[in-house]
């Protein structure tokens, strides 16, 4: 059953929200942008369901170029359920990517079944994006980097209602400054990982001044594993849907 705070009533976007594993620290990753396991087993059920009830799963070509991802639906049973409820087996895998910078061998083209959709701009090479265009639906928004507004409502438009974010530093930002995220779920590991260089949960520009803050609500808080998983609902969103 979908989760109910997917009905974001009258809305020309998605219900968006943002998921993420962090450590105690903060980051998402080492210094060398490197993946690294910072939850356990629970925490990835957890995800894995996140992600099966979710019409798109979204990255930024930064998470694309560092880590591969295929971003499917893990569990079999998952996929099944999706399957009978008419769906595909998996979410549109969905990336930002201003430049056409995605490799056509990337894993979110090669794994699992579904919708893939890449979000360019103007600047991306006509080439590239012709020969993207065999792997996935493309979406033009923006002139020299994404328009994340333009892109929330062709998404919406290609029937996403509910979109999961899953990254990186770069993009979590854009999308929670540009007022597009409604919650966000963050697994808080017991690790320190450190490091000025090392991506933290939100990067970006940041803020000078404290009124200039994202403001959020604390939902939820549920020990896991070995940390805990923190969710909040964003005070400060272009819209909010209804949460029953
Ligand atoms: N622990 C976790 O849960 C988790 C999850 C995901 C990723 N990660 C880590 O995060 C790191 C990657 O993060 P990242 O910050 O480097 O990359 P990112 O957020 O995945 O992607 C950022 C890129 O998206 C593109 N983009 C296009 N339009 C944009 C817009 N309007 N606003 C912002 N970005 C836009 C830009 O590249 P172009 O200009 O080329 O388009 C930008 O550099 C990796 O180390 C990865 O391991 C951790």
């Not at 990336?95 to 083209?109: E, G």
């Not at 450190?194 to 939902?219: N, Q, V």
Request: contains cysteine; aromatic residues 4%; positive net charge.
């Amino acid at each position: 059953m979908r989760p109910p705070c997917l009905r974001a009533y009258g809305m020309d976007r998605p219900f968006t929200f943002i998921n993420s594993a962090m450590s105690a620290d903060g980051k998402i990753s080492t210094k060398k942008r490197r993946q690294v396991k910072i939850s356990g087993n629970a925490d990835f059920d957890r995800v894995d369901e996140l992600r099966a009830t979710s019409d798109g799963v979204m990255v930024g070509i930064g998470t694309i170029l560092a880590d591969d991802p295929s971003l499917t639906v893990k569990s079999e049973e998952r996929r099944k359920r999706r399957v009978a409820d008419g769906k595909d087996e998996n979410p549109a895998r969905i990336v930002v990517d201003s430049k056409a910078r995605i490799p056509l061998t990337a894993d979110v083209f090669k794994k699992g079944v579904g919708k893939r959709i890449v979000i360019v701009s103007k600047a991306a090479p006509t080439e590239k994006v012709e020969a993207l265009k065999e792997k996935a639906d493309v979406i033009v928004a923006g002139d020299h980097e994404v328009d994340l507004k333009e892109m929330a409502r062709g998404l919406k438009k290609r029937g996403i209602d509910r979109l999961m974010v899953e990254g990186g530093a770069t993009l979590n930002w854009a999308m929670a400054r540009a007022g597009l995220v409604d919650e966000i779920s963050v697994f808080v590991g017991n690790i320190i990982i450190g490091g000025r260089e090392a991506p933290t949960f939100m990067d970006g520009e940041g803020i000078s001044d404290r009124a200039d803050a994202i403001e959020l609500e604390l939902k939820k808080y549920e020990p896991m594993d070995e940390g805990i998983v923190l969710t909040w609902r964003v005070r400060s969103s272009d819209s909010r849907p209804t949460t029953a």
